[in-house]
Structure formats: structure tokens, C-alpha cells
């Protein structure tokens, strides 16, 4: 049992509540962990679904262009 689950259990028990830890459903349980007061529940992996068949229409901007600010007149009286 690693450091951060003995602290975890320690910290839930303390505080009254008892602490679960749900792990993969082919992972090996050390004695340890089993012998802990972890409530420990298994899950199988889920497949995940296939592709569905939404289509995304993308509106066709040409707005893309880097917006570049207009030139501003220099006063010529400024330029001495």
C-alpha cells in the first residue's frame, strides 16, 4: 500500500468516513490493501462506442486574414 493511500485512509477513518478506492477489475490487491478498511469496488472496462455519423458543416469564412489596423496620417507640422 503506497504512502498516499495509508495517509488517505488515515485521514477518511479520522474523520469518520470510510474510504473507497475503485481500481480496474484485473488489478492484483496486495495483502496490505486487502487487509485495509478501503471499501474497494472493481470496474470493467468500457468499450468505447463507435463513431457516430454527425456531420459538422464548418461555415466557409475567409475572415482569417490577420486584421491589420488602417494608416493614420502623419501630421506634417510634428515631423521638424
Known amino acids: 500500500m503506497t504512502k498516499q493511500l495509508r495517509l488517505q485512509e488515515k485521514f477518511s477513518n ?3 468516513l470510510n474510504p473507497e ?8 490487491l496486495s495483502k496490505p490493501l486487502q487487509n485495509s478498511s478501503f471499501k474497494i469496488t472493481k470496474y470493467d472496462v468500457v468499450k468505447p462506442l463507435g463513431a457516430d455519423n454527425t456531420k459538422v458543416v ?3 469564412n475567409n475572415n482569417n486574414k490577420p486584421i491589420t489596423p488602417p494608416k493614420q496620417e502623419i ?3 510634428w515631423m521638424l
Open 75 to 77: 501630421d506634417p507640422r
Open 21 to 28: 478506492l475503485i481500481i480496474n477489475k484485473g488489478a492484483e
Open 14 to 16: 479520522n474523520n469518520g
Open 58 to 60: 464548418m461555415p466557409n
